[in-house]
């Protein structure tokens, strides 16, 4: 079993939607939580970082983190073509070094 | 700079050639990865840089893969005899401090022919 579990997708949602991205992890030492985005040929970009269980929103993206349920989300609301990526899921433990470790992640098609 | 810079962006090597990848992460970042990224694979990672040493080399799939800092900037990932599974995008990142949210470069993109 993987240490973290992301749907590939890929998922397709008409603009204006609300989109929810998923993971999955097994291990409770993980405490600290990000969302990364990739444009195609681009390396990722931190979305959202929290630490702690319950909902961290920042403009249009909400981060959830339910650790007795070892699970996180992403939603987007009002979904744009712009956020046509690939949405990645990053965990991490408090322990030495600062590896993160990552989802597959899952892709977002926004139609028109 | 601005942010962290990888060289090559593009890389095509014959099987068994060695080659070397760059990374110049942003100034004053002294924490340093590199992951690889393979179609479907998700990021996967090789090595830890804090300042010059690397406390954690634990994702090096074999000794073929090495990788040094220098001046706790530069960072320069080697591999050796290179083979066809070793095609990827090898992706750099650096953060102010262990811990810290990680800014990436865009990738050398490495093909093995």
């Known amino acids: 079993q993987k240490e973290v579990e992301q749907d590939p997708g890929p998922l397709s949602v008409p603009e204006g939607a609300i989109v929810s991205l998923n993971c999955t992890y097994s291990?409770?030492?993980?405490?600290?939580f990000m969302w990364y985005r990739q444009y195609s040929r681009k390396g990722p970009e931190l979305l959202m970082y929290?630490?702690?269980?319950g909902n961290k929103e920042d403009g249009r993206f909400t981060a959830q983190v339910d650790k007795s349920s070892k699970y996180i989300s992403l939603f987007i609301r009002d979904s744009q073509p712009s956020d046509s990526a690939t949405y990645l899921c990053?965990?991490?433990?408090?322990?030495?070094?600062?590896?993160?470790?990552f989802g597959t992640g899952t892709r977002l098609q926004v139609t028109l | 700079g601005a942010g962290v810079s990888q060289s090559p962006s593009n890389k095509v090597t014959e099987k068994g050639k060695d080659v070397e990848l760059r990374c110049d992460p942003i100034?004053?970042?002294?924490?340093l990865y590199w992951y690889r990224q393979s179609l479907g694979q998700g990021l996967e990672f090789l090595i830890y840089?804090?300042?010059?040493?690397?406390?954690?080399k634990s994702g090096l799939p074999s000794d073929r893969f090495s990788a040094e800092r220098t001046g706790g900037s530069v960072s320069t990932l080697t591999i050796q005899r290179t083979q066809q599974e070793d095609s990827a995008v090898y992706l750099c990142?650096?953060?102010?401090?262990?811990?810290?949210?990680?800014?990436f470069g865009s990738g050398t993109r490495l093909t093995v022919v």
């Open positions: 840089f804090q300042g010059n040493s690397a406390p954690d």
């Open positions: 100034s004053g970042h002294t924490a």
């Open positions: 291990n409770s030492a993980f405490q600290y």
């Open positions: 929290t630490y702690s269980s």
């Open positions: 990053a965990i991490r433990n408090t322990g030495t070094a600062s590896k993160l470790t």
């Open positions: 990142a650096s953060s102010l401090n262990e811990g810290g949210g990680y800014t």
